[in-house]
């Protein structure tokens, strides 16, 4: 059983540009939970989904972040027009239904915006 | 605002010795408590978990203790072993388990 995977690992985009984030979660796993550890400091929340419905999204800035997990594919977390304070790690996490209590995270992908 | 604190940045431990890591969270809603360990480059990997029912839960070399009035939680490890050595975060959620609140870690080094 392959865990949540992550791509890219690292990711490089210019300030203004987009960036995509692709988590595929384990097999069986219904719920994907994103988050963003800046340096320095511990995860922080951004976005909790389960397929097609954003659950709670509390977490994630008003503007230009935007996450979904479709029926089909992997979920994606969206960044426009990014700046350098989006550079960061940013980790998904999987869980199964219908206890959620217990998360697997993927190895993360970097984000540099230059 | 941080509602988990991991107040030591870094903890170094002989090997054989026990390893205690500490948490402290603010809200009285959470009811569940978790440990990841983290490797450089990779994400958190599940270690050892707590409900707030309980005030201790084992799991081979690694115990979790909860102090509820006191907000306080910690991991002992015993005995610690040099590929012990990483980075340990604690987390907790509330009744509606939709966030989890992660301390900032705590890098712990076994010095063989």
């Known amino acids: 059983n392959a865990g949540v995977m992550q791509n890219p690992r690292h990711l490089v985009r210019r300030r203004g540009q987009e960036a995509r984030l692709r988590c595929s979660p384990m097999?069986?796993?219904?719920?994907v939970y994103w988050y963003r550890q800046l340096p320095e400091e511990g995860l922080k929340f951004m976005v909790y989904?389960?397929?097609?419905?954003?659950?709670?999204e509390s977490g994630m800035p008003k503007e230009r972040f935007s996450a979904e997990f479709p029926k089909e594919g992997p979920s994606i977390l969206r960044i426009q027009q990014v700046v350098r304070g989006d550079s960061a790690a940013y980790f998904c996490?999987?869980?199964?239904?219908?206890?959620?209590?217990?998360?697997?995270f993927g190895p993360g992908t970097r984000l540099t915006v230059l | 605002d941080q509602q988990v604190k991991q107040n030591s940045p870094s903890l170094s431990v002989q090997e054989g010795r026990i390893s205690i890591l500490n948490c402290d969270y603010t809200?009285?809603?959470?009811?569940?408590f978790l440990w990841y360990k983290k490797y450089p480059a990779e994400g958190p990997t599940f270690l050892i978990s707590?409900?707030?029912?309980?005030d201790k839960n084992e799991d081979g070399r690694f115990t979790v203790f909860l102090n509820k009035s006191a907000k306080h939680l910690s991991l002992h490890i015993v005995p610690s072993q040099p590929g012990d050595s990483a980075v340990y975060f604690c987390?907790?959620?509330?009744?509606?388990?939709?966030?989890?609140?992660f301390g900032t870690g705590t890098s712990l080094t076994v010095i063989p």
């Open positions: 987390a907790a959620s509330g009744p509606a388990g939709n966030q989890f609140y």
């Open positions: 097999k069986g796993h219904s719920h």
């Open positions: 989904l389960q397929k097609e419905n954003i659950i709670d």
């Open positions: 996490a999987s869980s199964p239904p219908p206890d959620p209590d217990t998360q697997y």
């Open positions: 707590i409900s707030s029912i309980k």
């Open positions: 809200n009285s809603m959470f009811d569940y």
